[in-house]
Every structure is written in structure tokens, then in C-alpha cells.
């Protein structure tokens, strides 16, 4: 409905210009018809028959267009028989004119021929025969009149030849006038078709999971879809909390630019808007456009990729460690049977007895990490669900308690109520498991008090659903910040290491993050952010 509309609002505008233009030429000719026969000299050429006919026909011939003139000067719209009624108008005026000046032999006829073409070509080609043949009728009729009243020898042939030249003059502009429009509907329908084309190709540009910006080489923004902002807002809301729009690349994707400039083969190096966000890959691509060169820029969440590189690495590293692990596992168990059977004895002192606790000891710790070694190099694919956390996370805390013996106190704050994540369920609780392992412990250890925060909420400034696991220990020291989530690194002589290493790849097998986060109040704080809703693929 709105197409037609706007064509036709575009087409009574430009009817109104022309029809404009063609009242200005009226007022035009009706003043110098009157101005020349004011003169003295006018009058031997103008008005000779009939000099009162002459002078009141063309003053209310200017009447009414200087009447006319004011009347479009308004924004009222322009009707199909205002356009009539005015050609007619002109044919009868003219026709006057021409009588009153001594017939067709006088040349005043000749006007009538432009009118006749302005009425075809502001009718569209409808009533351009009908305009002629009243002209042609009006000259016949007036050469008749004269013939019967002054007994003058009509000069039909004349009058015939000019009726010719109106009705030629009325079929070639009506084919002309129709043509233009055939053109101007063509048009219409071909920048309608690309304005289509344009949108679309905007929206399947927005809906696309590749960050997509186009920029000039200074880096000022020229367009970006909804994922290029996604991937940029946090670093953006950093720099400037107020801003809506971004509008310049951000310092470390002008880096990179700056870079792709100097060496276009090479790949530039991943970069993070900030330490929570994933590490994002960009790629360059020169185009021209309106003269100048502007820059195509791909951005990739480039999680997935080191997802990949890791299980690659993993893989050829599990099977190198289970059968390592898969071979100390029977000579250790055969260290730790003897120990007991030692430990039976009754001729043991207590100094022996002693060295027998310390080889079961290890041999438990050793057979502990050779469990999550196995486990890890055979775990299963993740099989991310929708998970209502507020009351899975309470499920959760009474299962823990009841397999640890109410190892503690858990409290659970979500904000929404109905707070919903993706991950796998099974590995999910693996995760917590060993946070809450470690976080009972600390907290225990500072203040006598076994306890444990999970707060979750939805990020502000990039709408990710996150949780953190906060305990009331002494905290990381920044020494051990840098190693918290390597392999077999640990700050306590029973640990085998692998807990945060193996809840982080599990994190990562489900599309979210396991991070430390910086807490004031003390104690330690680890965020899960789990993938965003739009982001998850079936």
C-alpha cells in the first residue's frame, strides 16, 4: 500500500511544478497580449476586428491566471479536472482572441498548441484527442461565424490545417508523455526493488554471528551489525559509559588495522576488549567505494577455534597420559596394598607404622590424580539444555550436603527469579562440585564457618548470564594468579592440581568462561559466564 502511495504523491508534486510553470507562462502572455496593446503601436498588429472583444477577453484571461497563480502557490493538492477545466479555459480564451484578431489567418491559433501539448502531458496522455478536437472545432466554428456575419470567405483550409497540427501535436506528446511515464514507473519500481534489496541485505548483515564493520583508513565507523557491537560494547561502555552508538574503531582493532596496513598478508593477532570478554580475530578486506578506499573488517569470537586447538592437543595429550597413567596405576596399587598388609603387622614400632601411614597417604593422592587424568582423557562430548538455575542451583546444594555430610552453608541469590542457562547439566554440577570443594575448605579454614555464596545475575552492559561461587577464605595471592587454571599446579601439598584445569575445560566444552574475578569484600570469587541466548546454536 505505501509504494503506490508515495508514487502517486510524487506524481501530483511534479504535476503541480509543471502546471506551475505553465500558469507562470500564461500570466506571462496574457501581460504582454495586455502591455503591447496598451501601446499604440500594438494596436496596428492586435485587436483589429474587434478591439472591446480583444482587450475584455484577455483581461479576464489574466484575471484568472493571476487568480490561479496565487491558488498554487498553497500545498493543496491538484485534481485531474482543475487541469481540464484551466485547458479548456485557454481554448476558449485563445479561440476569442483569435476571432476577435481577424480569424486563423491571424496566427493567434498557433498558441492553442501549447496548451493542447501542457494539458496532454499534465493529463498523462488522457483527453489529449478530446483537447484537440475542440480546438479544431472552435476554429472551423469561429471561421463560420465570420463567414455568416461579415460575409467573409471562410478560410477553412487553414483552419483544417491547423486542427492537423493540433491533433498531430495532441498524439505525439500523449506517446511522448506516456513513454515518460512507462520511464518513471520503470524507475520507480527499480529503486523500490533496490531499496528492497538494500534492507534485506541489511538484515541478514545484522542477523549474521560475524562482527561486521565497514570503516574508512582513519578508522571512523561507517556501519556495524549487532554482532561487531556485541563483541565491542564492553570495551566501548569502558571508554565512554554514555555513549550509544560507536562511531571509532576501538584502540586495539585500530592496532590492528594499523597493522593489517603495514603487512596486508599477514594475520593479525587475536585481541580481548577486555579480560572477560572472549578473544575476538579480526580480518581485513580493502573495497572502493564512491572514490575512496574504506576497509571491510570480519570480526571471528575466536573462542571456538582455541576450543578446537585445545581438544586437538588434548586428545594426543590424554592418550599419551592414560596409558602413562593406565601403567603406574597396578605397580601403585600394589604399593599401596603392601603398605596396608605392613600396617597389619603386629612387630611394626610406631616409627614404621608411621612410614607405612605416609606411603598410603601418597599412594591415595597419586591414584587420586591418575582418577582425574582417566576421567579427563575420556570425557564425553558436553550436551548443553536450558537450565533453570534458581532451583537447580538449590537441588545442587542439598545433593552436596548430602553426599559430603552437610559439608556447609549455601547461599543462593538469582536475579531474575527465572534466570535460564545452557549448559550440560552432569558437567555443570562437576564444576561446582570442586568450586565448592575448595571454597568450603577456605572458608572453613578463616573463619570456622563453612560457607558459600552463589550469587548469578545477567549482565548490563552485554546481557551474559553469569554466576559466581564466593567463599570467605584468605583469598589467591597474586603469585598464584597468573597458574591458577594451569594443569598440576597447586598451593597445597594434598592437591593433585586438575580441579580448576578440568572445571575450566569443561566450562569451555559448554561455550561458557570460568574466570577469577577480583573480589572486595575478600575471599575469592569465580565466575561462570555462561554463552549468551542468541549465541547458542541447535
Given at each position: 500500500?505505501?509504494?503506490?502511495?508515495?508514487?502517486?504523491?510524487?506524481?501530483?508534486?511534479?504535476?503541480?511544478?509543471?502546471?506551475?510553470?505553465?500558469?507562470?507562462?500564461?500570466?506571462?502572455?496574457?501581460?504582454?497580449?495586455?502591455?503591447?496593446?496598451?501601446n499604440?503601436?500594438?494596436?496596428v498588429?492586435?485587436g483589429?476586428?474587434?478591439?472591446?472583444?480583444f482587450?475584455a477577453?484577455?483581461?479576464?484571461?489574466?484575471?484568472?491566471?493571476?487568480?490561479?497563480?496565487?491558488?498554487l502557490?498553497?500545498?493543496?493538492?491538484l485534481?485531474?479536472?482543475?487541469?481540464?477545466l484551466?485547458?479548456?479555459i485557454?481554448?476558449l480564451?485563445?479561440?476569442?482572441?483569435?476571432?476577435?484578431?481577424?480569424?486563423?489567418?491571424?496566427?493567434?491559433?498557433?498558441?492553442?498548441?501549447?496548451s493542447?501539448?501542457?494539458?496532454?502531458?499534465?493529463?498523462?496522455?488522457r483527453?489529449?484527442?478530446?483537447?484537440?478536437?475542440?480546438?479544431?472545432?472552435?476554429?472551423?466554428?469561429?471561421?463560420?461565424?465570420?463567414?455568416?456575419t461579415?460575409?467573409?470567405?471562410p478560410?477553412?483550409?487553414?483552419?483544417?490545417?491547423?486542427?492537423?497540427?493540433?491533433?498531430?501535436?495532441?498524439?505525439?506528446?500523449?506517446?511522448?508523455?506516456?513513454?515518460?511515464?512507462?520511464?518513471?514507473d520503470l524507475a520507480t519500481?527499480?529503486?523500490?526493488?533496490?531499496?528492497?534489496?538494500?534492507?534485506?541485505?541489511?538484515?541478514?548483515?545484522?542477523?549474521?554471528?560475524?562482527?561486521?564493520?565497514?570503516?574508512n583508513?582513519?578508522?571512523?565507523?561507517h556501519?556495524?551489525?549487532?554482532?561487531?557491537?556485541?563483541l565491542l560494547?564492553q570495551q566501548?561502555?569502558?571508554?565512554?559509559?554514555?555513549a550509544?552508538?560507536?562511531?571509532?574503531?576501538?584502540?586495539?582493532?585500530?592496532?590492528r588495522?594499523i597493522?593489517?596496513?603495514?603487512?596486508?598478508?599477514?594475520?593479525?593477532?587475536?585481541?580481548?576488549?577486555?579480560?572477560?570478554?572472549?578473544?575476538?580475530?579480526?580480518?581485513f578486506?580493502?573495497?572502493?567505494?564512491?572514490?575512496?578506499?574504506?576497509?571491510?573488517i570480519?570480526?571471528?569470537?575466536?573462542t571456538?577455534?582455541?576450543?578446537?586447538?585445545?581438544?586437538?592437543?588434548?586428545a594426543?595429550?590424554?592418550q599419551?597420559?592414560?596409558s602413562?597413567?593406565?601403567?603406574?596405576?597396578?605397580?601403585?596399587?600394589a604399593?599401596?596394598?603392601?603398605?596396608?598388609?605392613?600396617?597389619?603387622?603386629?612387630?611394626?614400632?610406631?616409627?614404621d607404622r608411621?612410614?607405612?601411614?605416609?606411603?598410603?597417604?601418597?599412594?591415595?593422592?597419586?591414584?587420586?590424580?591418575?582418577?582425574?587424568?582417566?576421567?579427563?582423557?575420556?570425557?564425553r562430548p558436553?550436551?548443553?539444555?536450558?537450565?533453570?538455575?534458581?532451583?537447580?542451583?538449590?537441588?545442587?546444594a542439598?545433593?552436596?550436603?548430602e553426599?559430603?555430610?552437610?559439608?556447609?552453608?549455601?547461599i543462593?541469590?538469582?536475579?531474575?527469579?527465572d534466570?535460564?542457562?545452557?549448559?550440560?547439566?552432569?558437567?555443570?554440577?562437576?564444576?561446582?562440585?570442586?568450586?565448592?570443594r575448595?571454597g568450603?575448605l577456605y572458608?572453613?579454614t578463616?573463619?570456622?564457618?563453612?560457607?558459600?555464596?552463589?550469587?548469578?545475575?545477567?549482565?548490563?552492559d552485554?546481557?551474559?548470564?553469569?554466576?559466581?561461587?564466593?567463599?570467605?577464605?584468605?583469598g589467591i595471592?597474586?603469585e598464584?594468579?597468573?597458574?591458577?587454571?594451569?594443569?598440576?599446579?597447586?598451593?597445597?601439598?594434598?592437591?593433585?592440581?586438575?580441579?580448576?584445569?578440568?572445571?575450566?575445560?569443561?566450562?569451555?566444552?559448554?561455550?561458557?568462561?570460568?574466570?577469577?574475578?577480583?573480589?572486595?569484600?575478600?575471599?575469592?570469587?569465580?565466575?561462570?559466564?555462561?554463552?549468551?541466548?542468541?549465541?547458542i546454536?541447535?
Amino acid at each position: 500500500m505505501s509504494k503506490p502511495h508515495n508514487q502517486n504523491s510524487q506524481r501530483q508534486q511534479q504535476d503541480r511544478r509543471l502546471f506551475r510553470i505553465f500558469n507562470y507562462y500564461r500570466v506571462l502572455l496574457s501581460l504582454t497580449l495586455l502591455f503591447t496593446y496598451s501601446n499604440e503601436v500594438g494596436k496596428v498588429f492586435i485587436g483589429l476586428e474587434y478591439p472591446l472583444l480583444f482587450i475584455a477577453t484577455t483581461l479576464v484571461y489574466t484575471a484568472i491566471n493571476i487568480a490561479l497563480a496565487l491558488v498554487l502557490l498553497s500545498d493543496q493538492p491538484l485534481q485531474p479536472q482543475q487541469i481540464a477545466l484551466n485547458i479548456l479555459i485557454d481554448i476558449l480564451a485563445l479561440s476569442l482572441l483569435t476571432y476577435a484578431n481577424g480569424g486563423v489567418g491571424s496566427g493567434f491559433g498557433i498558441l492553442i498548441i501549447l496548451s493542447i501539448a501542457a494539458g496532454s502531458i499534465l493529463m498523462r496522455g488522457r483527453h489529449a484527442v478530446l483537447f484537440a478536437a475542440i480546438s479544431s472545432i472552435a476554429m472551423l466554428a469561429l471561421e463560420s461565424y465570420r463567414a455568416s456575419t461579415d460575409a467573409l470567405t471562410p478560410n477553412y483550409f487553414q483552419a483544417g490545417v491547423l486542427g492537423m497540427v493540433f491533433f498531430a501535436t495532441a498524439l505525439f506528446v500523449k506517446r511522448i508523455s506516456l513513454r515518460i511515464d512507462a520511464s518513471e514507473d520503470l524507475a520507480t519500481q527499480r529503486a523500490s526493488d533496490i531499496a528492497h534489496l538494500e534492507k534485506l541485505n541489511r538484515l541478514i548483515i545484522q542477523r549474521m554471528r560475524t562482527g561486521i564493520i565497514v570503516c574508512n583508513q582513519d578508522g571512523d565507523v561507517h556501519m556495524m551489525n549487532e554482532a561487531a557491537i556485541f563483541l565491542l560494547s564492553q570495551q566501548h561502555q569502558e571508554d565512554d559509559p554514555t555513549a550509544t552508538e560507536i562511531n571509532q574503531l576501538t584502540a586495539p582493532l585500530m592496532q590492528r588495522l594499523i597493522e593489517w596496513r603495514q603487512n596486508p598478508q599477514r594475520r593479525t593477532s587475536p585481541f580481548q576488549t577486555s579480560p572477560e570478554t572472549p578473544p575476538i580475530q579480526a580480518n581485513f578486506t580493502a573495497f572502493m567505494q564512491d572514490g575512496s578506499t574504506d576497509v571491510l573488517i570480519f570480526l571471528e569470537d575466536n573462542t571456538k577455534a582455541i576450543q578446537q586447538a585445545q581438544q586437538l592437543k588434548l586428545a594426543s595429550l590424554g592418550q599419551l597420559t592414560a596409558s602413562i597413567a593406565h601403567e603406574i596405576r597396578n605397580p601403585l596399587g600394589a604399593i599401596s596394598h603392601a603398605a596396608q598388609l605392613l600396617d597389619e603387622s603386629e612387630n611394626l614400632d610406631e616409627a614404621d607404622r608411621r612410614l607405612t601411614h605416609i606411603v598410603q597417604a601418597h599412594s591415595r593422592r597419586m591414584n587420586s590424580t591418575i582418577e582425574n587424568i582417566l576421567e579427563l582423557s575420556r570425557r564425553r562430548p558436553s550436551s548443553p539444555e536450558p537450565i533453570l538455575l534458581a532451583p537447580w542451583l538449590k537441588a545442587f546444594a542439598a545433593s552436596f550436603n548430602e553426599d559430603q555430610r552437610n559439608a556447609g552453608e549455601f547461599i543462593i541469590q538469582v536475579s531474575p527469579a527465572d534466570m535460564e542457562v545452557h549448559f550440560d547439566p552432569s558437567q555443570l554440577e562437576q564444576v561446582l562440585t570442586n568450586l565448592s570443594r575448595n571454597g568450603l575448605l577456605y572458608s572453613q579454614t578463616k573463619t570456622g564457618r563453612a560457607v558459600l555464596y552463589f550469587n548469578a545475575g545477567i549482565r548490563a552492559d552485554n546481557e551474559l548470564p553469569y554466576l559466581d561461587i564466593i567463599d570467605e577464605g584468605p583469598g589467591i595471592t597474586p603469585e598464584a594468579l597468573p597458574h591458577l587454571f594451569e594443569p598440576f599446579y597447586t598451593t597445597e601439598r594434598s592437591g593433585t592440581g586438575l580441579g580448576l584445569y578440568i572445571s575450566r575445560e569443561l566450562c569451555q566444552a559448554n561455550n561458557a568462561r570460568l574466570d577469577h574475578i577480583a573480589n572486595q569484600t575478600g575471599g575469592c570469587c569465580f565466575r561462570i559466564i555462561f554463552p549468551h541466548p542468541k549465541q547458542i546454536t541447535a
